[in-house]
């Protein structure tokens, strides 16, 4: 099959990620720090889980991305612009549920621009495409170095956080084969089934993400009450380890977009329609919704399965888009879907859309799946208990080993894929576990004396800042807080009323901020905003975001900008009664004529960031302030300093100084 679209990146035949695909998903990477040509990511921490793409046999940095400004200036389909889309906030988050709480133009623009990313110059192809080519990373060895991690090295994470599971009963022929197996085949399917969907809540706090490669994901068999005899329900239960455990191949799908409200003031909104419903799909998955059959049987009867469902869940990593998949639409196995579902099979038109009440305000948490899919012919049954047929047959594997049900050890590994002549293949990657043993009963009590003793507590805790509600300096501590994720009690000084001499006296330098914090039992004070930032940095150096660099020369530049920035030019630092205009237009001369070095220094192949970097470090911390304070005094920024107001545009859109400045 040959793609139409071609990709600089190295594909290899087969892969699951072409440049058609474009999943998403969440990652962490295992590198201790990723340092190239002298510019460091401080925005998120080496190990930090955050959104990400893939293609071919690379995880995608998207928040790298975001930050380096390649997903900016997006437009939707009809080349309008994105408003009120922020991907540098929305990308830096360990899950995917800010960008999911998009709309579909969103993720259809962020996927196109990706796309352009990757393309190879198609000028040798017959493609008409409205995607063209955008050569920013394949030109950026450093960002590319810095953005792109092979996907054997990296570690998957829950995509979304999951507010609410729903698994549905979807599959005929599944559904079918059960009921025969406890009904009989005359009455195989409850009345109920053809006429509305048939599902339950599953427990959204134990759907675990598959691993990938070597790193293989496990579940542990669990335990509960098994009937003595299964003919005679009378003799009670015994208390022990699954013994009939199975898997079920599913398909589930992530719910995206907006509330679905009538009116800002309506809390709980509307059911959707169908049509509505096309444009809330976020992607798929592939699911393994383990079950204990044996604990099923004893306590489903009257409410439905409980602990024999909601002990584990296995979702495949990257969220697969409908955008990916929409060339791929065919016929289901019973062809046209009828009655309620909004097709009228009779005369084969469309129905008016009809209000999905199972679907009432549907968020952008909500995981839905399809529950079991089975096909008509023995080999394409979804599960061990078809299979087997209720444990009734020995299911050959590898013509070595057999099994009725799965043992401790075994691992089940689903891979699922769309592949047609045009297109590369568009796949889910892996969804896959391996089942532990069930933990020994009665369970063995630990001695948790000892570990109540060793538990390390904060030695800096219960921060207040007070500063000047003018002072620059205590704008830049409070934006220092906020990227190192501390929570901080803020008193605002105000220093023209009469509270003024009071204030001296608590603060000498009374526009400088004061960092008050307990060391343990004892007090302690700071004061000035580069010390208090630089302690931050040190006494939290696993929380949070990264403010200064780890390599010696970008460490350098960053105090360089910062001590420029921060120079005093009177005892009292930044109050406006003190500045001078023509003082603060030296000063930013001189940071504009560094920065514009710095910036020519890579040829091009640099981040937004004051020092080149690919993410905010100290030295924007200490300049977005200084800027504003600039500016209240009437200097002629465009004039003096145009390379720190470029600066200034990414920093303006990056979460640490939205909430700040």
Request: charged share 20%.
């Given at each position: 099959?040959?793609?139409?679209?071609?990709?600089?990146?190295?594909?290899?035949?087969?892969?699951?990620?072409?440049?058609?695909?474009?999943?998403?998903?969440?990652?962490?990477?295992?590198?201790?720090?990723?340092?190239?040509?002298?510019?460091?990511?401080?925005?998120?921490?080496?190990?930090?889980?955050?959104c990400c793409t893939a293609i071919?046999?690379?995880?995608?940095?998207?928040?790298?991305?975001?930050?380096?400004?390649?997903?900016?200036?997006?437009?939707?389909?009809?080349?309008?612009?994105?408003?009120?889309?922020?991907?540098?906030?929305?990308?830096?988050?360990?899950?995917?549920?800010?960008?999911?709480?998009?709309?579909?133009?969103?993720?259809?623009?962020?996927?196109?621009?990706?796309?352009?990313?990757?393309?190879?110059?198609?000028?040798?192809?017959?493609?008409?495409?409205?995607?063209?080519?955008?050569?920013?990373?394949?030109?950026?060895?450093?960002?590319?170095?810095?953005?792109?991690?092979?996907?054997?090295?990296?570690?998957?994470?829950?995509?979304?956080?999951?507010?609410?599971?729903?698994?549905?009963?979807?599959?005929?022929?599944?559904?079918?084969?059960?009921?025969?197996?406890?009904?009989?085949?005359?009455?195989?399917?409850?009345?109920?089934?053809?006429?509305?969907?048939?599902?339950?809540?599953?427990?959204?706090?134990?759907?675990?993400?598959?691993?990938?490669?070597?790193?293989?994901?496990?579940?542990?068999?669990?335990?509960?009450?098994?009937?003595?005899?299964?003919?005679?329900?009378?003799?009670?239960?015994?208390?022990?380890?699954?013994?009939?455990?199975?898997?079920?191949?599913?398909?589930?799908?992530?719910?995206?977009?907006?509330?679905?409200?009538?009116s800002v003031a309506q809390q709980?909104?509307?059911?959707?329609?169908?049509?509505?419903?096309?444009d809330r799909i976020f992607g798929?998955?592939?699911?393994?919704?383990?079950?204990?059959?044996?604990?099923?049987?004893?306590?489903?009867?009257?409410?439905?399965?409980?602990?024999?469902?909601?002990?584990?869940?296995?979702?495949?990593?990257?969220?697969?888009?409908?955008?990916?998949?929409?060339?791929?639409?065919?016929?289901?196995?019973?062809?046209?879907?009828?009655?309620?579902?909004?097709?009228?099979?009779?005369?084969?038109?469309?129905?008016?859309?009809?209000?999905?009440?199972?679907?009432?305000?549907?968020?952008?948490?909500?995981?839905?799946?399809?529950?079991?899919?089975?096909?008509?012919?023995?080999?394409?049954?979804?599960?061990?208990?078809?299979?087997?047929?209720?444990?009734?047959?020995?299911?050959?594997?590898?013509?070595?080993?057999?099994?009725?049900?799965?043992?401790?050890?075994?691992?089940?590994?689903?891979?699922?894929?769309?592949?047609?002549?045009?297109?590369?293949?568009?796949?889910?990657?892996?969804?896959?576990?391996?089942?532990?043993?069930?933990?020994?009963?009665?369970?063995?009590?630990?001695?948790?004396?000892?570990?109540?003793?060793?538990?390390?507590?904060?030695?800096?805790?219960?921060?207040?800042?007070?500063?000047?509600?003018?002072?620059?300096?205590?704008?830049?501590?409070?934006?220092?807080?906020?990227?190192?994720?501390?929570?901080?009690?803020?008193?605002?000084?105000?220093?023209?009323?009469?509270?003024?001499?009071?204030?001296?006296?608590?603060?000498?330098?009374?526009?400088?901020?004061?960092?008050?914090?307990?060391?343990?039992?004892?007090?302690?004070?700071?004061?000035?905003?580069?010390?208090?930032?630089?302690?931050?940095?040190?006494?939290?150096?696993?929380?949070?975001?990264?403010?200064?660099?780890?390599?010696?020369?970008?460490?350098?530049?960053?105090?360089?900008?910062?001590?420029?920035?921060?120079?005093?030019?009177?005892?009292?630092?930044?109050?406006?009664?003190?500045?001078?205009?023509?003082?603060?237009?030296?000063?930013?001369?001189?940071?504009?004529?560094?920065?514009?070095?710095?910036?020519?220094?890579?040829?091009?192949?640099?981040?937004?960031?004051?020092?080149?970097?690919?993410?905010?470090?100290?030295?924007?911390?200490?300049?977005?302030?200084?800027?504003?304070?600039?500016?209240?005094?009437?200097?002629?920024?465009?004039?003096?300093?145009?390379?720190?107001?470029?600066?200034?545009?990414?920093?303006?859109?990056?979460?640490?100084?939205?909430?700040?400045?």
């Amino acid at each position: 099959m040959t793609p139409a679209r071609k990709s600089w990146v190295n594909i290899p035949e087969n892969c699951d990620f072409s440049i058609d695909n474009i999943p998403f998903g969440v990652c962490s990477f295992p590198e201790t720090t990723r340092e190239a040509a002298g510019f460091t990511v401080p925005v998120l921490q080496p190990g930090a889980p955050r959104c990400c793409t893939a293609i071919g046999n690379y995880a995608v940095d998207l928040h790298l991305l975001a930050e380096a400004g390649l997903l900016d200036d997006l437009r939707t389909s009809g080349y309008e612009a994105l408003v009120d889309f922020h991907p540098r906030v929305v990308f830096s988050q360990p899950t995917l549920n800010s960008f999911m709480a998009t709309e579909k133009n969103v993720w259809v623009a962020v996927r196109n621009r990706l796309i352009s990313l990757f393309m190879e110059n198609n000028d040798n192809t017959q493609v008409e495409s409205p995607i063209v080519q955008d050569p920013r990373l394949k030109d950026n060895l450093p960002l590319r170095n810095l953005a792109m991690h092979s996907l054997e090295s990296v570690t998957c994470h829950l995509p979304a956080t999951i507010g609410d599971y729903t698994d549905f009963y979807s599959s005929r022929e599944h559904a079918t084969n059960v009921g025969i197996m406890f009904r009989g085949k005359d009455n195989a399917l409850q009345p109920n089934w053809l006429h509305m969907p048939i599902g339950y809540h599953g427990r959204s706090s134990s759907i675990f993400a598959s691993g990938n490669g070597s790193k293989m994901a496990t579940i542990r068999r669990p335990c509960g009450q098994l009937q003595i005899d299964p003919n005679d329900p009378l003799k009670g239960s015994d208390y022990g380890p699954c013994k009939l455990m199975d898997f079920e191949l599913e398909v589930a799908f992530f719910v995206g977009g907006k509330p679905n409200r009538d009116s800002v003031a309506q809390q709980i909104g509307r059911p959707i329609t169908l049509e509505e419903a096309k444009d809330r799909i976020f992607g798929y998955v592939l699911m393994n919704d383990w079950s204990a059959r044996d604990i099923q049987k004893w306590e489903y009867v009257p409410l439905g399965p409980f602990t024999s469902k909601n002990f584990a869940t296995t979702i495949s990593p990257w969220i697969i888009t409908p955008m990916a998949l929409e060339q791929f639409r065919c016929e289901t196995s019973a062809k046209v879907q009828g009655g309620n579902g909004g097709f009228d099979t009779l005369s084969g038109q469309r129905e008016d859309p009809v209000p999905l009440e199972y679907l009432q305000d549907p968020n952008y948490r909500d995981l839905l799946a399809s529950g079991t899919i089975s096909g008509k012919e023995h080999k394409n049954f979804g599960s061990m208990l078809e299979l087997s047929w209720k444990g009734s047959q020995e299911v050959e594997l590898n013509g070595e080993e057999t099994r009725k049900f799965l043992k401790d050890g075994d691992a089940v590994i689903m891979r699922g894929w769309c592949e047609r002549d045009g297109s590369g293949r568009v796949g889910f990657g892996e969804c896959s576990a391996r089942v532990l043993p069930a933990n020994p009963f009665p369970y063995e009590q630990r001695d948790t004396s000892q570990h109540s003793l060793q538990t390390n507590e904060p030695r800096f805790t219960k921060f207040k800042l007070r500063g000047s509600s003018r002072s620059s300096f205590t704008k830049q501590v409070s934006i220092a807080l906020t990227a190192k994720s501390i929570p901080c009690l803020q008193e605002t000084l105000q220093p023209h009323q009469d509270e003024f001499a009071d204030d001296v006296l608590k603060n000498p330098m009374h526009n400088m901020p004061t960092l008050e914090f307990m060391d343990r039992d004892r007090p302690v004070k700071i004061t000035q905003s580069l010390p208090i930032i630089e302690f931050l940095e040190c006494s939290f150096p696993d929380q949070g975001a990264r403010l200064l660099p780890a390599d010696p020369l970008a460490l350098a530049k960053v105090k360089e900008v910062a001590s420029i920035l921060n120079s005093p030019i009177h005892p009292f630092g930044g109050s406006d009664e003190y500045f001078e205009k023509t003082s603060m237009e030296k000063r930013l001369l001189l940071v504009n004529s560094v920065l514009r070095l710095y910036h020519s220094e890579s040829d091009g192949s640099t981040g937004p960031f004051a020092i080149g970097s690919f993410g905010p470090t100290l030295a924007d911390i200490c300049m977005v302030p200084q800027l504003q304070d600039a500016r209240m005094l009437g200097i002629d920024l465009d004039k003096v300093c145009p390379v720190l107001l470029h600066v200034e545009r990414a920093c303006n859109d990056h979460q640490w100084f939205m909430s700040n400045v």
